[in-house]
């Protein structure tokens, strides 16, 4: 399916600001603009799970490489589609959120490096197929950047910092990659985004504000 002309030249600006963020990273409000971009309706938020689903999908190796007996994160997301479904109640997925999160955030301290993030976004995933995820359609911010309060933030911050091996605030003395982090987005925003807008069938009206 052909891209609106809105959503591609979002795209393009996107990528613009990714290659020449300092560490390659793409803002929230880019990604909240994109999210925008699907609508309102129920398609639209099938379409944000799915789109958060693939994006975990992307970086579930390096999960499977550390852990191959540690089936959680494809579990997890399997939640998340049959919540998509209409499958399983959003009660039921709520107490496996709860759980599991709790669960990533311990392998957090166990020293296990970001690999565990890989889990997180698979749980953040789960929550937008639950919930959608968080913004204002009607207040878009381009220059809106993630939280560092790692349990406000959507699924694909969490991909970006396994794929990339931290956040861009991470001053250990194993850096993030920020040649890692570039190839992350330019992949979601050229093939995740894409293939996410296939599967609504309606044009939406994007409303993007910058703030001064």
Request: aromatic content about 10%; overall charge negative.
């Amino acid at each position: 399916m052909t891209l609106p002309s809105k959503l591609q030249k979002l795209i393009v600006d996107a990528l613009l600001s990714v290659r020449h963020h300092p560490d390659h990273d793409l803002n929230l409000g880019y990604r909240q603009a994109i999210w925008a971009a699907f609508g309102d309706n129920e398609n639209g938020q099938k379409s944000r799970a799915f789109l958060a689903n693939l994006t975990v999908r992307h970086v579930l190796p390096i999960w499977n490489d550390k852990f191959p007996h540690d089936d959680r994160p494809s579990y997890i997301l399997n939640l998340a589609e049959q919540v998509t479904a209409g499958k399983i109640s959003k009660s039921v997925a709520e107490k496996e959120s709860n759980r599991l999160f709790r669960e990533m955030q311990q392998m957090g301290y166990e020293g296990y490096g970001m690999v565990f993030t890989v889990g997180c976004a698979a749980v953040a995933s789960l929550d937008t197929a639950m919930d959608d995820e968080t913004f204002d359609p009607d207040d878009i911010d381009l220059n809106l950047t993630d939280y560092q309060d790692a349990e406000g933030n959507d699924a694909t911050f969490f991909a970006a910092c396994a794929y990339a091996d931290g956040p861009i605030w991470k001053t250990a003395s194993v850096e993030h990659s920020i040649t890692k982090r570039l190839e992350f987005w330019e992949w979601w925003l050229t093939q995740a985004v894409p293939a996410a807008w296939s599967t609504i069938k309606d044009d939406s009206t994007i409303k993007v504000t910058r703030s001064s």
